[in-house]
């Protein structure tokens, strides 16, 4: 039994792996070195381009349930993460290159998976599952609105990354080392503002230059990647109720919470690189440098690399694909990934991972596994393949999407918490299932 995988990313190197892991043959295709899309910089595979962070990591949000239940089914993606940890307080956060490293490493050893190095403008004859990303080349972009019957051609949204700055570059006499309400380690490093000081900022950001996008408009943005500027544009304290909020954060030097609070999150392993959380921005480099060295911490800073902006595009999903992830009306054609309507690194491998054991069992001769909508894996997939959906938009994994309790608990984190042992406990029920067929 053989399988083409098309993309190594986090979605295409977890459904290469679940696949390879139960004795199927994979032959794992990916354009890079050859051909490098506009986000990635490095020729590993699952490469992190917009943050480090894989989000929260408590069982009181719906991605640290998906996070659990990939983790205790044996996702590579999670094995990876954990093992090349950051400390992000409440989050689960990475070194990045030292994450892609990893699963790069364990895909190209594994002795049931070929990589083949090129880019693929179509896709071959059996089995085949794509997960070529948000950026999917321009050539298999076109085949593949020619197989869907053109259904990707009006669907995209754009996507932001926020710039990286060297730790030795701030002036930590206007930043200190806290995590909010002293929760978990103080990982995060928090520049303050006062009123003056974020008005101005505030007001320069609004008028700052952009950087040319084509076809670039505010409502085509999608709201978990917001670039700073629109979200400046929204309002004057829109950014102070968001990334820049105060709340549980007091300045050590003053005894109080500023007017308002840039955060940085370490993005290495070593502490000597910063990421600017919620700056996903589309401004000129120029402007980025001008701007945001109005942040008194930040005002020698050093960039080692600069916020941009590029185009997403994913598929009309509950019009073509099932809740396996497969094509409805070509079964051997399986898709992954945030083209799938998943949006953000967690889901992405979790619907490669979904996919994988689908196609895997499948293949086997075995029924599916049939992850329930009590569960985060299973509720992510029926909510991409729900045909009832009127407009599709990318969607977070979230406790909306997931089968209500049906009883009433009192408060929403202990509400949560329940659903999640509700899950946790199908997944448990599972779990033997799952795994039995694994190779040997």
């Given amino acids: 039994m053989e399988v083409t995988v098309i993309g190594a990313g986090l979605a295409g190197c977890e459904a290469a792996w679940q696949l390879a892991n139960r004795g199927i043959h994979v032959t794992l295709r990916e354009m890079k070195p050859h051909k490098m899309s506009p986000a990635h910089t490095c020729a590993d595979f699952a490469e992190l381009v917009c943050s480090n962070s894989l989000r929260g990591a408590g069982l009181e949000n719906a991605v640290g349930l998906l996070k659990e239940e990939m983790r205790r089914l044996g996702s590579l993606i999670l094995e990876a993460a954990d093992a090349t940890r950051v400390e992000a307080g409440g989050a689960l956060a990475v070194d990045r290159r030292g994450f892609s490293a990893y699963v790069t490493k364990a895909v190209r050893t594994h002795p049931n998976i070929t990589v083949e190095e ?19 080349s321009d050539a298999l972009a076109e085949y593949l609105q020619t ?11 754009f996507d932001a990354a926020a710039p990286l700055v060297s730790f030795d570059s701030l002036d930590m006499s206007r930043a200190w080392f806290a995590s909010r309400y002293d929760k978990g380690t103080a990982d995060y490093i928090n ?38 500027e629109v979200m400046a544009r929204r309002g004057e304290d829109t950014l102070r109720y968001g990334p820049l909020k105060p709340k549980g954060l007091k300045d050590p030097v003053t005894g109080r919470e500023p007017y308002a609070v840039v955060q940085l999150r370490k993005d290495n392993a070593e502490g000597s690189i910063y990421n600017l959380v919620g700056f996903q921005t589309h401004l000129k480099f120029g402007e980025q440098k001008r701007v945001f060295s109005m942040i008194p911490a930040l005002r020698d800073a050093e960039y080692v690399r600069y916020g941009v902006m590029h185009r997403n595009t994913y598929l009309d999903s509950p019009r073509l694909l099932d809740r396996y992830y497969r094509l409805r009306n070509e079964r051997r054609i399986t898709f992954a990934g945030q083209m799938t309507g998943v949006e953000g690194y967690v889901e992405s491998a979790a619907s490669g991972f979904l996919a994988g054991v689908e196609l895997a069992r499948r293949l086997e001769g075995l029924p599916p596994a049939g992850f329930p909508k009590e569960t985060a894996l299973g509720a992510l997939s029926l909510y991409v393949s729900d045909e009832s959906v009127k407009e599709f938009q990318p969607m977070n994994i979230n406790f909306g999407i997931i089968t209500p309790l049906g009883y009433k608990v009192r408060g929403k984190r202990n509400k949560n ?24």
């Fill in 147 to 157: 197989l869907t019957g053109g259904e990707t051609a009006a669907l995209h949204f």
């Fill in 191 to 228: 520049c303050a503002l006062e009123k003056e000081e974020y008005q101005a900022f505030w007001r320069e950001l609004c008028g700052a230059e952009e950087a040319e996008v084509h076809g670039f408009e505010d409502k085509n943005v999608f709201e978990g990647c917001m670039p700073v």
């Fill in 118 to 136: 090129g880019e693929a403008a179509a896709l071959p004859e059996g089995e085949v599952l794509v997960a070529t990303g948000p950026l999917t």
């Fill in 417 to 440: 918490q329940e659903i999640s042992n509700r899950s946790l406990a199908i997944i448990e029920g599972m779990k033997a299932e799952i795994l039995r067929d694994l190779a040997p």
